[in-house]
């Protein structure tokens, strides 16, 4: 029984590192590669004043910082309002 119970302890910690280990063996270029296509999409959204494209990569609630400092926006409409009033 006691070494039923190691055995199920250790193969666990083993699975518990080989997962962690995975996770950590990410591909930087790919990773850096998909954040550059996403802001870039994002710009070229703002640029283009495309804003029902520009808030699918907004994350409600959304904290902008403005000559007021910081503000809370917790709503879609409220972060529209907000890219909409930008000069």
Partial sequence: MRTTIKTAIAAVMFLSISIVVHAQTTDPVADRNAADSM???????????????????????????????FRNLTTSDEALDWYTSRP
Avoid: C, N, Q, W
Avoid at 45 to 58: E, N
């Fill in 39 to 69: 802001m870039r999409d994002y710009f070229e959204a703002y640029s283009r004043g495309d804003m029902a494209l520009l808030m699918k990569f907004v994350h409600i609630p959304l904290t902008v910082m403005g000559p007021k400092g």
